[in-house]
C-alpha cells in the first residue's frame, strides 16, 4: 500500500528524522519512525481509512498521501545510508537486496542509481519472492502445527531457533 500511494504525496510535507545510533553500529530500528508517524496522525487527526479506499489515491486524503510519502523517503534513506556505510569497509563488486521491503519500487529505484553510479549492480528477487518475515513465521508456524509440534507460551524470542523439518 505505501508503494502505491507514496509517488502521489509529497515526500518532504512531514520531516521524520532519520534515527542516530550513537555506538557506531550498523544496527537500525524502525520502531523510532513508526512512533513519530503515529504521534503525527494523532497531532493532525488522520483517520483510518478503509482497504477498500486506500486502493484508490485518488480516494486519499491529502494528508495521507504526504504522510506516507514522507515516511517511505525516511525509511528508503535510512535502509541505503547503513548500506552504503556497510559497503564502504568492505570490497563488493555488487549488492543484493531481499526480504519484504525489497519489493518496494523507490528502494529499487534510488539503489539501482545510487549503487549503479558507483558502478555496483544491484539485484533484487523477483517480487513474488519478497516475502514478509510475518508471513514466512506463519507459514512455519502452520507447518509445524501441522506436524503436530506445539511451543510454550513462554517460549523466549530467540533468532536462531532451529525449524524442525515438521511434516504435516
Known amino acids: 500500500m505505501i508503494d502505491r500511494l ?6 518532504r510535507t512531514v520531516p521524520f528524522a532519520i534515527p542516530k545510533i ?21 497531532q493532525e ?3 483510518a481509512l478503509t482497504p477498500e479506499r486506500a486502493l484508490d489515491p485518488g480516494e486519499v486524503p491529502r494528508p495521507v498521501l504526504d504522510l506516507v510519502s514522507s515516511y517511505q523517503r525516511r525509511v528508503v534513506d535510512q535502509l541505503l545510508d547503513r548500506l552504503e556505510k556497510s559497503l564502504a569497509s568492505r570490497d563488493v563488486r555488487s549488492v543484493q537486496i531481499s526480504g519484504g521491503v525489497s519489493c518496494n519500487s523507490e528502494l529499487r529505484r534510488r539503489a539501482a542509481e545510487r549503487f549503479g553510479d558507483q558502478g555496483l549492480p ?5 517480487p513474488s519472492l519478497t516475502t514478509d518475515n ?12 501441522r506436524g503436530g509440534l506445539r511451543d510454550p507460551w513462554d517460549l523466549p524470542a530467540d533468532p536462531n531457533l532451529r525449524l524442525e523439518a515438521a511434516r504435516p
Not at 507514496?6 to 515526500?11: E, L, V, W
Not at 550513537?22 to 494523532?42: C, E, M, P, Y
Open 122 to 126: 544491484v539485484y533484487f528477487p523477483r
Open 134 to 145: 510475518a508471513a514466512m513465521i506463519a507459514a512455519a508456524a502452520r507447518r509445524r502445527l
Open 45 to 47: 487527526g488522520i483517520e
Open 6 to 11: 507514496a509517488p502521489h504525496g509529497n515526500p
Open 22 to 42: 550513537s555506538d557506531g553500529s550498523l544496527d537500525f530500528s524502525f520502531s523510532g519512525i513508526k512512533t513519530a508517524a503515529l504521534r503525527h496522525v494523532q
